[in-house]
């Protein structure tokens, strides 16, 4: 992600703009392990993949060919329009959740509030894997402690009800969420930390209620910030692989080995050995991304040094 | 975050194959050892007892998920062997009856040919149905763990009790599905919602889904050994009697198993007796027994298959005399009485073998009656008309028909969306398919 070296959590805005060029060397000098490993594991794999999706398995120039073997494929399209699905609907669901909770949060005295923090934060804590087998379980009427709500929400007596294909992707942003927006709530309340306090105080003097407060006040200040989570969680959603392959597996293939784009590509390059297929759309998911974090950016101004 | 993810799984399937690798190693360790196996869990036994019969061999014994429905583990592991250039083990154990039709095919060759390995002699004493299994252009490049034909299980006791007659006829016994439903509800003659399904009902009915003829695959739902399956299912999957479940789920057991069970019959493979109705079901002791696979009104029997596991050599197996003794050991020696442990999961595929497993079958106190006489029969009856294919079909039909007969869709409805999503994966595999 471009956002490394100048990311927004790194720096209060005023001493940001006071000496920009010595804070930039020494954020350089905090942010060189990272580059190690972003090049390592991020940038030479990327390169990697570009390399392979434009050539044949020869290693002879291809052209877009891998592309438009691969856009033709049958598993293509449902696959890609399960992930937009559930890209919008956790990705609405995070920002609307994530910056109502936190600002309901920080609204809170700070006893409460810390305890709330550490409890939003603790299913974050479990390992993404593990947490979608917590789910499995949680999905089974027979098994799960909350089965009346399995029963009447998602209206399954069945496992197999549970994750039918129209609910799908509803079921993976729901398991997501849990798993992810807890600390997502606790990274945006940071950042409301860093509005002064003479802001709030102002802001109270001129008759602000504490919905004005948080709605006129902070949510424009922490703006970056969501931005930020929104361009992290675009890519992370698009590149769906872990809660499907592990339904797939646990639902003895009910739900497709190629449900989501990403487990396509690892079909074709384990099943079929095409490596060269798997790589475009490797490819493909970088630019959704790419693409999804230029419109983000330009749109909220994410790095305009002087806001 | 996604970085995260990926490596969480990582992690997991590390923390899985080391926790299988130290479970069964005994402490071999990969490079002295002269014979390294991958098993499942259910073949760890023989592995074990084989490691305790020649202490001399030094073994590396691995356990890994054997099952499949299309889970990829054994080719994502064979594709980077390949890539490195090592790694692969001599002798790989699979519950999927297929895998050795794409591990002797590129990209993967992997599985070596037994014609040099497993001497004639030893090799004919297979079933022809399960020679043919193995052979991929003409080479034998597997020999079958287990066979694994379908027969009808029968809850004897409960029969009596009913006063119904065990039936011989798919006819037979839609018609006593319907008078049960009514009779006696909640009780069931079979289920239709496994991954395997497909195999007792379609192709235990000659229904042409994966026929191999020549480069040529014929995939025809359309065809009439399907549609009137289907239509003979349809009212029963309605009525209840054949309940679109997997006999592997908790429902499943907490619905029809247990001391009260509502299991009356069930068309299913040889291992179901241990696996599913006494592990997994817990009926009690005393009410099941076998019965001969149910034919079509007065054709010809044929039944179906599920399972089957096939033992696979590598091709890069370092000393395949070894690797080969431990295969020919494994099939044709282990333990055809053992109990508990030891005892044989399935059918064993090796005839010599089968005489003395049937015998300790017939004795033992489980069954109601002697199973031994309707599995013998059903050993050799298993329909050639169902090619092995290099794309696993489990998947298919999960995605495809179960979930939409859990909907309440119906099978007749389904079997042509079903054929075309085949003729997709078979395409996608390579296959020229076509519809008659």
């Given at each position: 992600m471009p956002s490394s070296t100048t990311d927004p959590g790194n720096s209060s805005p005023v001493r940001a703009t006071r000496s920009r060029g010595l804070h930039g060397w020494r954020g350089f000098a905090f942010v060189v392990p990272y580059l190690a490993l972003l090049i390592l594991f991020g940038i030479l794999p990327v390169l990697y993949a570009l390399k392979l999706a434009f050539t044949k398995e020869s290693g002879a120039w291809a052209g877009l060919q891998n592309f438009t073997h691969t856009a033709t494929d049958y598993r293509f399209k449902p696959a890609l329009v399960h992930v937009l699905l559930y890209t919008s609907v956790w990705l609405t669901l995070l920002i609307l959740f994530v910056v109502t909770l936190a600002l309901l949060l920080h609204g809170r005295a700070s006893r409460a509030s810390s305890t709330f923090r550490f409890l939003y934060y603790l299913p974050g804590a479990l390992a993404g894997a593990a947490s979608v087998l917590v789910w499995l379980f949680m999905l089974d009427p027979s098994v799960s402690p909350g089965s009346f709500l399995v029963h009447h929400v998602l209206r399954a007596d069945l496992f197999v009800e549970s994750i039918a294909p129209g609910k799908l992707p509803f079921i993976f942003a729901m398991i997501a969420f849990w798993t992810g927006a807890g600390g997502w709530v606790v990274v945006m309340y940071g950042a409301l930390n860093t509005i002064p306090q003479e802001l709030d105080d102002a802001a109270r003097i001129d008759g602000a209620g504490p919905l004005t407060l948080a709605l006129r006040v902070k949510l424009p200040l922490i703006r970056k910030w969501v931005a930020y989570m929104t361009i992290l969680s675009f890519a992370t959603g698009t590149q769906l692989f872990v809660e499907p392959q592990l339904v797939n597996q646990a639902s003895l293939g009910m739900v497709p080995d190629t449900w989501s784009s990403n487990q396509l590509g690892y079909q074709l390059a384990f099943r079929y050995a095409d490596f060269n297929s798997a790589a475009a759309i490797s490819v493909d998911l970088l630019a959704i991304g790419l693409l999804g974090a230029v419109v983000i950016i330009t749109r909220t101004g994410l790095f305009k040094a002087d806001d | 975050?996604?970085?995260?993810?990926?490596?969480?799984?990582?992690?997991?399937?590390?923390?899985?194959?080391?926790?299988?690798?130290?479970?069964?190693?005994?402490?071999?360790?990969?490079?002295?050892?002269?014979?390294?196996?991958?098993?499942?869990?259910?073949?760890?036994?023989?592995?074990?007892?084989?490691?305790?019969?020649?202490?001399?061999?030094?073994?590396?014994?691995?356990?890994?998920?054997?099952?499949?429905?299309?889970?990829?583990?054994?080719?994502?592991?064979?594709?980077?062997?390949?890539?490195?250039?090592?790694?692969?083990?001599?002798?790989?154990?699979?519950?999927?009856?297929?895998?050795?039709?794409?591990?002797?095919?590129?990209?993967?060759?992997?599985?070596?040919?037994?014609?040099?390995?497993?001497?004639?002699?030893?090799?004919?004493?297979?079933?022809?149905?399960?020679?043919?299994?193995?052979?991929?252009?003409?080479?034998?490049?597997?020999?079958?763990?287990?066979?694994?034909?379908?027969?009808?299980?029968?809850?004897?006791?409960?029969?009596?009790?009913?006063?119904?007659?065990?039936?011989?006829?798919?006819?037979?016994?839609?018609?006593?599905?319907?008078?049960?439903?009514?009779?006696?509800?909640?009780?069931?003659?079979?289920?239709?919602?496994?991954?395997?399904?497909?195999?007792?009902?379609?192709?235990?009915?000659?229904?042409?889904?994966?026929?191999?003829?020549?480069?040529?695959?014929?995939?025809?739902?359309?065809?009439?050994?399907?549609?009137?399956?289907?239509?003979?299912?349809?009212?029963?999957i309605e009525n209840g009697t054949l309940p679109p479940l997997s006999v592997f789920t908790p429902d499943f057991a907490q619905q029809y198993g247990g001391d009260d069970d509502k299991v009356l019959l069930m068309p299913g493979p040889s291992w179901y007796a241990q696996a599913v109705f006494d592990d997994a079901l817990h009926v009690p002791a005393g009410e099941m027994t076998a019965a001969a696979p149910l034919q079509w009104e007065d054709e010809p029997v044929v039944t179906g298959q599920v399972g089957g596991g096939p033992w696979i050599i590598s091709r890069h197996a370092k000393d395949s005399k070894a690797a080969a003794d431990?295969?020919?050991?494994?099939?044709?020696?282990?333990?055809?009485?053992?109990?508990?442990?030891?005892?044989?999961?399935?059918?064993?595929?090796?005839?010599?073998?089968?005489?003395?497993?049937?015998?300790?079958?017939?004795?033992?106190?489980?069954?109601?009656?002697?199973?031994?006489?309707?599995?013998?029969?059903?050993?050799?009856?298993?329909?050639?008309?169902?090619?092995?294919?290099?794309?696993?079909?489990?998947?298919?039909?999960?995605?495809?028909?179960?979930?939409?007969?859990?909907?309440?869709?119906?099978?007749?409805?389904?079997?042509?969306?079903?054929?075309?999503?085949?003729?997709?994966?078979?395409?996608?595999?390579?296959?020229?398919?076509?519809?008659?």
């Open positions: - | 975050m996604k970085q995260r993810r990926l490596w969480s799984a990582a992690v997991v399937v590390m923390a899985l194959a080391l926790v299988g690798a130290c479970g069964g190693s005994g402490g071999g360790s990969s490079d002295k050892a002269d014979v390294t196996v991958w098993v499942d869990a259910a073949r760890l036994p023989v592995a074990k007892a084989y490691q305790k019969e020649h202490p001399d061999v030094k073994m590396d014994i691995v356990t890994f998920d054997g099952d499949g429905n299309g889970a990829t583990t054994l080719q994502t592991k064979i594709q980077l062997w390949n890539r490195s250039g090592k790694g692969w083990p001599d002798v790989i154990f699979s519950e999927q009856v297929n895998d050795p039709i794409w591990m002797a095919r590129k990209p993967f060759e992997f599985a070596a040919p037994l014609e040099d390995l497993i001497p004639e002699e030893v090799r004919s004493q297979w079933p022809e149905t399960s020679t043919a299994q193995c052979t991929v252009d003409g080479k034998q490049y597997c020999v079958q763990d287990n066979l694994a034909q379908v027969v009808l299980w029968v809850n004897q006791k409960k029969m009596d009790e009913f006063g119904y007659t065990v039936p011989t006829t798919w006819q037979d016994w839609a018609a006593l599905g319907e008078k049960v439903a009514t009779e006696h509800p909640g009780y069931i003659v079979g289920n239709i919602g496994d991954s395997f399904s497909h195999w007792i009902y379609l192709w235990g009915n000659q229904c042409p889904l994966q026929q191999l003829d020549g480069e040529d695959l014929k995939i025809d739902a359309a065809d009439e050994h399907c549609t009137r399956t289907a239509s003979l299912l349809d009212p029963l431990f295969v020919i050991w494994a099939t044709t020696e282990f333990n055809p009485t053992g109990e508990g442990e030891d005892a044989r999961p399935g059918y064993p595929a090796y005839a010599p073998l089968a005489t003395k497993w049937l015998e300790a079958l017939s004795a033992n106190a489980y069954f109601a009656s002697d199973p031994a006489p309707a599995l013998q029969a059903g050993a050799d009856e298993v329909w050639d008309g169902w090619s092995l294919v290099t794309y696993p079909d489990q998947p298919v039909w999960s995605d495809t028909v179960v979930t939409k007969l859990v909907a309440g869709d119906s099978l007749s409805s389904l079997l042509q969306p079903f054929g075309d999503a085949l003729t997709d994966a078979a395409e996608a595999a390579g296959y020229a398919v076509v519809d008659n």
